[in-house]
């Protein structure tokens, strides 16, 4: 029974973080987009740098401690309810926020074919906090849930940059591999982490994505 639990679990994740969910990831670059016009992310190894700098010191690190927080919340709608105004407090840009919340809500809307109470709870959430809590309800194991939240975020990220045209598929693949041990080491740290480990350095990013608002002839509305 276990190992049944187990492989349900895995099963659920994969699909909740599947490009294919309906949530419109593909929308949005987080800012990639004016990294890429600025010249800043220009190749491969450019890519796997910007999203390191990301996930170790910048907002997908937040997420993953956000998430952490909101897994553990889930059965309680007081801190569930505290944990969401922060993390859409967090948003640093309005396409950001924009973002996150737009993914939060959408998530909301296609897991409801996974019944739970904690669906009514969240109302509308920012996107790792609705992952959080609704993989909490679910008990999916927070570890692998970070991890697979910050795999798909990386495998948007890579989405992006084909897209934009400085990488191509192959070079897509090279990237996530390269970054299975940060994401790894990253899960691990927000797993036993908490929400006074917050905070952010990467400032780049967030002038990229601030700037992102005013590119003209962009693909993406982040």
């Known amino acids: 029974m276990a190992e049944e639990a187990a492989t349900q679990a895995l099963l659920r994740l994969v699909t909740w973080l599947s490009p294919a969910f309906p949530v419109g990831s593909f929308s949005y670059s987080g800012g990639l987009e004016q990294a890429v016009h600025d010249g800043l992310v220009a190749n491969a190894n450019d890519l796997r740098l910007w999203f390191e700098t990301l996930v170790n010191h910048g907002a997908l690190r937040n997420d993953a401690l956000l998430l952490a927080e909101s897994y553990r919340s889930h059965d309680d709608p007081a801190r569930l309810q505290a944990v969401g105004e922060l993390a859409e407090a967090l948003a640093g840009s309005r396409e950001r926020h924009m973002e996150t ?31 959080g809590a609704v993989a909490g309800a679910h008990r999916t194991g927070l570890e692998p849930t970070l991890a697979a939240f910050l795999n798909a975020t990386a495998s948007s990220a890579v989405s992006v940059a084909i897209r934009c045209g400085v990488i191509g598929q192959r070079d897509g693949v090279g990237v996530l591999a390269g970054l299975e041990a940060a994401i790894a080491a990253v899960a691990s740290r927000a797993a036993r982490g908490s929400l006074d480990d917050l905070g952010s350095a990467a400032i780049m990013a967030d002038i990229a994505s601030l700037r992102h608002e005013t590119l003209h002839s962009r693909l993406f509305r982040s």
């Not at 993914?103 to 996107?127: D, I, M, N």
């Open 101 to 131: 919340m737009l993914l939060g809500e959408a998530f909301l809307a296609a897991a409801s074919h996974w019944p739970h109470p904690v669906l009514e709870t969240l109302g509308t959430a920012a996107y790792p906090v609705a992952v």
